[in-house]
Each structure stands twice: as structure tokens, then as C-alpha cells.
């Protein structure tokens, strides 16, 4: 006898306790299962509010394409963070794909705009790299890729504006590493590579001290090809050599 069966624990204490009356199973709320109530365990750490945390970035309103492809990344370890990899380790593809629907429906005021301590220079040099780039080094401009809006470009390329400034120094700092990946070509791994630790600052420093507007939203489209090619984003092509 398999002891360890619900059903057949409540039929061993019902000939036990002959004069005990079970009570009836207490009836679930019909919400219980949502895709509300499933996705608290996203929005315990992602708020829809802005914390600027380097560990949790606002991912509401990132285009649907991309959230899913960043849950398929930690999946299957191309991008490390022990909570994320666990959480979603087991997560069919459907499952997946209905969080990354919900939070880009999701589009909450944007946040202000972060303090900076950095000088003049390295503001105008980062703001020099999101606008224009820097082809001396091969680094294409941001808005060439991330939209003219840096409020991302449907399907798959997120948006810049409103990352808390120490998840981009992070994020740049873990694709120079190697630490995160992306399917192949992985163009931001090149980007990376060409930016120099200053560098990094200046972009992520100006671009924290910009504020979306409230109505920004992921561009329906970007002209092609991009600067680079990118495996994440079918028919990007490429122009700058790696």
C-alpha cells in the first residue's frame, strides 16, 4: 500500500476515526489560476514601477519578441542568473510566450530621469554613441538599432530608455565577458567588444539622464539592413564589417 497517496491517507484515517467527519475540500476562487496570479512571481522582483535596480529592470512594454527570447536565453543558459535559469528551467514554450504577451501589453508612465555625477565630457561622448555612434571604432549608433525613440523596435529589439544606468553598465560589461549570449551572430557581443570601460559609462550615464516620452512606444518597423547582423533579428543583414 503506497502510504504515501493522498486518497488512501483519507480512507486510513476515515476507518480509523470512524466518527470523525472529513470536511469537504475548501472551493478555489475562479481567478485562481489566472495568467494574473501566475506571473506574481515575475512581478515580485519586476515591478511595473521603476526601482532602477541593476538585478530587475521594468520589462513591461519591451516587445513581446524579445521578452520571450530573453526567457528562451535563460532556459537554456545563454544568459546566467541563478533565479531566472531556475525559474523558467522547466517552462514550456507556450507558457513563455504568454508572459512575454502580458508584459508587453503592460505600458506604465515612464520613469524619471536618474541623477548623473558624470561630467560634461562623458556625457557628450556617451550621447555622441547613442546618437551617432563612432566609426572610427565601428560602433554603430544605438537609435540605428534600437529605434530613433530607443523605445525598441518590434519584435525583437528592446528598448533603452528607463534601464536603471547600473543594469546597462551590467549588461555591456557581462556581453564584453562573455557572460551573456545571444544566438549567433550575437551582435551586441561585437558592440561590446569595440566599448571601451569608458565608454560603457558615458552611453549608460546619458541615457539615464533621458526620459521617455509617455506615449513611446516599440517601433512597428526599422529601416534594413542594420549596422550589424544579428541572429536574434531575421533579415537585419549587415554593413559594418565584425
Request: hydrophobic share 45%.
Amino acid at each position: 500500500m503506497l502510504l504515501h497517496s493522498p486518497l488512501v491517507l483519507l480512507l486510513v484515517l476515515a476507518s480509523a476515526l470512524p466518527g470523525m467527519a472529513l470536511a469537504a475540500p475548501a472551493t478555489l476562487p475562479a481567478n485562481h489560476d489566472t495568467l494574473e496570479q501566475r506571473i506574481k512571481a515575475c512581478t515580485a522582483c519586476h515591478a511595473q514601477q521603476e526601482r532602477h535596480d541593476a538585478f530587475f529592470p521594468r520589462i513591461a512594454g519591451k516587445p513581446a519578441g524579445y521578452l520571450y527570447h530573453q526567457l528562451l536565453n535563460f532556459r537554456e543558459g545563454r544568459r546566467q542568473y541563478p533565479m531566472m535559469n531556475y525559474m523558467v528551467e522547466h517552462l514550456p514554450d507556450d507558457y513563455l510566450r504568454e508572459i512575454a504577451d502580458y508584459f508587453a501589453a503592460q505600458h506604465p508612465a515612464p520613469p524619471p530621469a536618474q541623477p548623473s555625477s558624470a561630467g560634461t565630457t562623458a556625457l557628450a561622448r556617451g550621447k555622441q554613441l547613442v546618437l551617432h555612434g563612432d566609426s572610427v571604432k565601428k560602433i554603430p549608433a544605438c537609435i540605428a538599432c534600437h529605434g530613433q525613440q530607443l523605445a525598441g523596435v518590434a519584435p525583437a529589439i528592446p528598448g533603452l530608455l528607463g534601464l536603471p544606468r547600473d543594469y546597462i553598465n551590467a549588461q555591456l560589461g557581462a556581453w564584453k565577458n562573455g557572460i551573456r549570449r545571444a544566438h549567433a551572430p550575437d551582435c551586441m557581443a561585437q558592440v561590446a567588444q569595440r566599448l571601451s570601460d569608458a565608454d560603457v559609462g558615458a552611453v549608460s550615464a546619458w541615457l539615464g539622464t533621458q526620459v521617455a516620452s509617455a506615449d513611446a512606444r516599440p517601433a512597428s518597423s526599422i529601416a534594413l539592413p542594420l549596422p550589424l547582423h544579428c541572429g536574434g533579428v531575421p533579415g537585419s543583414g549587415a554593413q559594418v564589417a565584425p
